[in-house]
């Protein structure tokens, strides 16, 4: 039976990408009473083969990579990276219902208030046109649809005054022996807000502890775009997966049409309104594959920002072995971190936070798998390898730059003949100094704590945390940012976007919050425009 | 170590088997598995389910640490949550096949009729320990994914193999909240 990927009729919204920013705002405006419909390239992963939990037996069997978990790679994704930094784009990123929430790690905090206000307060980057206090009831929403699981004993945070939806997460055991060290060095920890159930909410069950949450969850505790997609559906809205977007039919003002490829034809869906909700590497690709006459850099790009100031937070970390039993993975999230430090981030060095490992070390059935051993000789590898392990880890901020860009490679073509995406990723010597910081805490802290120190991840081996920021950024000039305050294009008047492509900044603190705030207040201003 | 029943439920529990149990709330019970068979010709056709288990059995009996008892219901009972999968049973089936078609050749015998000794040595010779997993690979590789690695993840996953090295609550079991929070002693 082939599925009808036709297009809807008399559609009022076309939102593209069903990732958390398009769920959210899909769920919103159908709850609205607005007839939506949402393409995405990737499959409804639901509804067949493999099933999830045989997904998450790919999570720990070694003969499968990250990106074959949520089947990723092939002609439909290929890409180049020509920075300074290679980056791993199929690792980052899952095309389908749900997007990259299906293989997240789930941390969502609120960024800091300094991080609206880079230029002004850290004297780099630029300030986003919005502050805190704008977006603070959006990020108490999200919060509630995500059912965030936290407390509020961050004193580190910005202002807050309502409750988690869920209680947190309770410190781990290794938490309690970081919790000592810490001490003595004067460095306070605290919980970590996690887009998982610690109790049942929204008909999910709570977390069961499969230990396997990046790249999936199998029991739904954690949190993924699917729930709002879902939800969008039950108030009438129209999902076609399996369609990818190829260009965006437009005139000198508006969006008129999305042209689309799925496998059983091309089609082309009208709308009113248009939300660009497909990530920080495919929303720009979109707009610079839909150039014209009227828009020859790419549509939206009057100001040549489409694509550029390309940002990832960058993995900062350091970890080694006790004489004593930690109890490691045993669960696959994080129960404490500290943002201490965070808000000492000036111009030369940027704002950090610290992460205590619950997962630090070999997992035990991952090892065995992979071994060349069996029978007693396993057996003893493992006991040796397992139990005494400890790491701390952290994100840190890259700042905007117009040579780390997603472009278009010319010589490269998708599945359908198109130019791929180019993440072209460069970094920065405040970020590498940044990193330098964090190693410098993390190595005392494992000192402090008896630690045998055996790797670090700092300034010659760090990596990107698969958080795609600032390519169509949000600002008040046209000639300077592709977005207004209110995430609608400065150039076509029927299309926002939601996404982490519209952040100026990064700071460094995980952005799925902050997408999923600033995609509900989008769809407040879609809704009035409407 | 002896392996229960109880064990066998739970490893069919956690990730290799078939429900999510966040989603679902339970486990099934495992299904009876047939142990009336008779010992199957070399070449005589695919192995049936029982010959898969008869020979997954034979595989643990090497690979799992020599503390471990009852091995045969434990294998079992994880396989009734696995044989389910038809894809997945069909490379069990050609893996199991090519195994004992080599057994045959090299030793004389199907491979579960080997002794213990000679199945180790077989399974070396094959290089199933040294090769990586691969579904779709050599011979080795397959063994090494649908048969070696077959029994390993149903220990390795399961709270009793984790408990073996020291870890209740393994990566791919749905051990709850608790165990991440509590010391070595407790």
Redesign the interface.
Known sequence: MSADRSPVTDADVCVIGAGPAGALVADRLSAADHDVVILDAGPRFEDG?PT???R??RA????YGRPDVWDVGGERDAYSATGEWFYPLNHARVKGIGGSTLHWQGMVMRLHEDDFASASERGVGVDWPIDYEELRPYYADAETELGVSGADDNPFGPPREEPFPNPA?????SD?LFAEACEKLEISMHSVPNARN?EPYDG?????????CQPIC????KYDAGVHVESAEEEGATVIERATVEKLEHGPDRIEAAHYATPEGEYRQEADAFVLAAGGVETPRLLLLSDSEHYPDGLANSSGAVGKYFMDHLFAGAGGVLD??T?Q????FL?SESHQFYDDADEEVGPFKLEFF?YAGP????Q???G?????E??DS??AS??NHVAVGGLVEQLPREDSYVGLDPDETDHLGNPVPDVHWNVGDRALRTLERANELQTRILEELGADVRWTVGPENTGPAYHHMGTTRMGTDPTESVVNPDLRTHDLENCWIASSATFPTGGALNPTLTIAALALRAAERVDAAL | MELTRRDAVAALAA?????????S?LVEPPSATSNDHGPRESGSGAPDDAEIEETLVATAE??????ISGIEEFVGTFLSGRLD?E?HRAGMARAVSELDELAAEWYGDRFAALDPGER?EFLRELGA??V????GGSTAERVR?YV??EV??A???SPT??E????E?????????A??????QA
């Open positions: 083969a999830r939990i045989e998450t037996e720990i069997r070694p003969a997460f309770p410190p781990s055991y309690g610690s999910r069950s709570a977390c069961v502890g499969y230990g396997t199998p029991s739904g505790a004593e039993p109890r993975n045993h669960v696959g129960t619950n997992s035990p059935v991952e065995a798998l992979g060349d051993q069996w029978g007693d396993l057996l493992l006991q397992y139990g | 990730v290799g088997g078939g429900a999510a149990i966040g989603l709330g090497v690979v799992y640490p020599s503390a999968r894809e180790n320990d040294l990586e997993e691969d579904p994914y070696v690695n390993l993840l220990l390795y996953a193999g984790g073996l090295v020291g870890i609550n393994p990566q791919g079991h749905p051990g709850g909240q165990s991440y929070q509590r010391g070595p």
